[in-house]
């Protein structure tokens, strides 16, 4: 089947602006999480998802992040105000358990630019 | 807090085997895993220790010792393709909540 997709695949914005990123999981894996990826570094976990669960905001470096998940399946995440800071490959992952026994399957990334 | 340490660049020839180790201090504890990831590319799992021991996956094989707080990732045979960045994760709770990665690992593949 398919795996996890990701949209758009770059993105360039200019400072200020809003940006929306979205993340289709693979079809019936539960949970869903969002990392970050600067230029040569590890991965930051942003937010969790489980289902219809609440979501584990913990990771979100702002209040300008914020994130939802529709129906338990597509997720987007919106970063208000952009700033330079916020220019790196967003990666969305997903598992048909929570880890630590599941795998995390992760999307190919969106890169954001912001000017 | 939670931190991973793993060493920033391995160096290796064709045919040979190189360790990527990885130590880490966590609040908790329920599995440590690693992900290979090509530049350009998204990370993809490669194994999975909640147990101490030695965990064989054809030429790859991931080790952890709890007690130490302290894994690592053997790669024999090396290939030019095993030429990427290797990430260590640490999975502390049951819930699927906090799961912290390493900084990573670049290895270079050399003919």
């Known amino acids: 089947g398919a795996g996890v997709s990701q949209s758009p695949s770059n993105k360039v914005t200019e400072k200020g602006k809003d940006v929306e990123l979205r993340c289709d999981p693979i079809s019936g894996h539960t949970a869903l999480y969002w990392y970050r990826q600067s230029l040569g570094q590890g991965l930051e976990f942003l937010i969790y998802?489980?289902?219809?669960?609440?979501?584990?905001k913990s990771g979100l470096p702002s209040d300008r992040f914020s994130a939802e998940r529709t129906g338990g399946s597509v997720s987007t995440l919106t970063i208000q105000r952009t700033q330079q800071e916020d220019s790196a490959v967003y990666l969305c992952?997903?598992?048909?358990?929570?880890?630590?026994?599941?795998?995390?399957?992760f999307g190919p990334g969106t890169r954001l630019t912001v000017l | 807090g939670q931190s991973l340490e793993q060493p920033s660049e391995v160096t290796a020839v064709e045919g040979a085997i190189v360790q990527i180790n990885c130590t880490y201090q966590t609040s908790g504890f329920y599995g440590l895993s690693w992900y290979q990831q090509h530049d350009g590319g998204a990370p993809t799992f490669l194994s999975y220790?909640?147990?101490?021991g030695l965990e064989e996956t054809g030429r790859f094989s991931s080790f952890l010792s709890r007690s130490d707080s302290y894994g690592y990732l053997l790669l024999q045979e090396l290939q030019m393709k095993d030429s990427a960045s290797y990430f260590c994760a640490v999975s502390s709770d049951n819930y699927g909540q906090n799961f912290v990665f390493g900084p990573g690992t670049r290895l270079s593949v050399l003919p």
């Open positions: 998802f489980q289902g219809n669960s609440a979501p584990d």
């Open positions: 992952a997903s598992s048909s358990d929570p880890a630590p026994t599941d795998t995390q399957y």
């Open positions: 220790n909640a147990l101490d």
